[in-house]
Each structure stands twice: as C-alpha cells, then as structure tokens.
C-alpha cells in the first residue's frame, strides 16, 4: 500500500468544469510534489512545495493552481483545462532538504478532458 | 546542470535471467542521491533502490541491485533472475541541487519474455 494518497483515482472533465486533485501524506515530509506524465515518458515537474511554501513553479499555466493548506496536504485545482493536459497526475513527498532521501510517490490520478 | 541518461528506450529479457538498466548522470554537486523507480502499466510510481554519493558499497535490495561507477558517474540497475512481473517502464533519477528537486532520466521499458 502506497503511504501518499491521491483522489481521486479517474478523472473525466470538460473544458469549462472546476475540479480538484487531492493528495495526503502521513509520513512527516515537509517536501510534496506534482507532476505531469504522459503515457512512456518521464515525469514533468510542475510544482514543488517546502515547508508549505511554492519553491518551484516549473512554468506551468494558470488554468493549473496548486495549494498546500497544511504539511500533510497539497491540492492541485484545475479550471478551463485543455484537451492536452489529459494525463497522469502523480503526487509525491519526501523528506525536505535531503539529498539522500527519496521521493514517495501516490498511485496518481488519470485526467481525462472531454 | 544536473543531467540523468538513459539510452536504452526498449529492453528485452528472458525470465529468470539477470538484465543491466544503463544510467548515466551529470551534476557538479559533491553531495547527491541516485534512485531507480519501476512504474508498471497501472501507473503507480515504485520506489526501488538508493545509492547515496559518498556509499562505498553498491546498494542492494532484494533481486535488485545497484551498480555504481562514480568516476564513469554511471548507476546500472541490475535485477537478477528476472520475472513476468518486472515487465514495466523503470526510471532512474537524481536528487541533487536545488535540494527539493529530482531530475529524470527518460526511462527504459522492459519486457521479460516466458
């Protein structure tokens, strides 16, 4: 069993549809993630918080708006998305700070937009 | 720059042999982390196996094990005895600087042969 929690796990939208992406950790990380992944490619950062404040915003459009509410939580809203933002979204942890430490991921969540 | 390699796209084996994952990487940070990940087709992103810069041994981890050669600054994933269920798309990543931020390689997808 995966220690970071995503939900929801199917996402089908349409293009003028508000929606949310959640993910939960309990494992004391102080450095979460989300990333973009399209099918045999590698993960694309978007985001990175540490400490509960964005450090990384991998230019990343703003119809995309993550928020982190506390040290165990990190949204990702979505809003007006695009037929090429259909994707996998995986959200992850790790320790902050850490050269040594890895990340963890969770199981993701698969966008599709209508 | 940080920079992760792999050159191999498509990697066949045949069941219960041993295969070599090529990884290759590039960072000017004396302080860094090397991890592999194995993603199968349902998508969940699993942790494998660490090597830290300053380990003077390979990891281990069960039938997987890490080759690494700092001075060809290459980290090969070596998974012995090869079975059905390792057939996935495997990643090896770097962790170095900014601290919080993992860099990718492109990925290798490997198919175990009955």
């Known amino acids: 069993d995966t220690e970071v929690t995503q939900t929801p796990k199917h996402l089908v939208m349409g293009m003028t549809n508000k929606k949310s992406l959640k993910c939960e950790q309990h494992?004391?990380?102080?450095?979460m993630y989300w990333y973009k992944q399209k099918a045999k490619k590698p993960p694309e950062l978007m985001f990175v918080y540490s400490y509960e404040k964005l450090s990384i915003n991998e230019s990343v459009p703003s119809r995309f708006s993550p928020e982190c509410p506390n040290s165990s939580l990190l949204n990702l809203h979505l809003h007006a998305l695009q037929p090429e933002d259909s994707a996998l979204y995986l959200c992850?942890?790790?320790?902050?700070?850490?050269?040594?430490?890895?990340?963890?991921f969770g199981d993701g969540t698969r966008l599709s937009i209508l | 720059a940080q920079k992760i390699t792999q050159t191999q796209p498509g990697m066949f084996v045949q069941e219960k042999e041993a295969v070599t994952l090529d990884c290759t990487y590039d960072?000017?940070?004396?302080?860094?982390?090397l991890f592999w990940y194995k993603q199968p087709s349902s998508g969940e992103m699993i942790f494998l196996i660490y090597?830290?810069?300053?380990?003077?041994q390979n990891a281990t981890e069960g039938r997987y094990s890490l080759n690494f050669q700092k001075a060809r600054k290459s980290a090969n994933l070596v998974i012995s005895a090869s079975q059905l269920g390792d057939s996935a798309m495997y990643f090896c990543a770097m962790r170095g600087l900014p601290r919080n931020q993992f860099y990718f390689g492109t990925g290798t997808s490997l198919t175990v042969i009955p």
């Open positions: 992850a942890s790790s320790q902050a700070d850490r050269a040594h430490q890895p990340q963890h």
């Open positions: 960072t000017s940070d004396p302080s860094y982390g």
């Open positions: 494992m004391g990380h102080r450095a």
């Open positions: 090597q830290g810069s300053y380990d003077q």
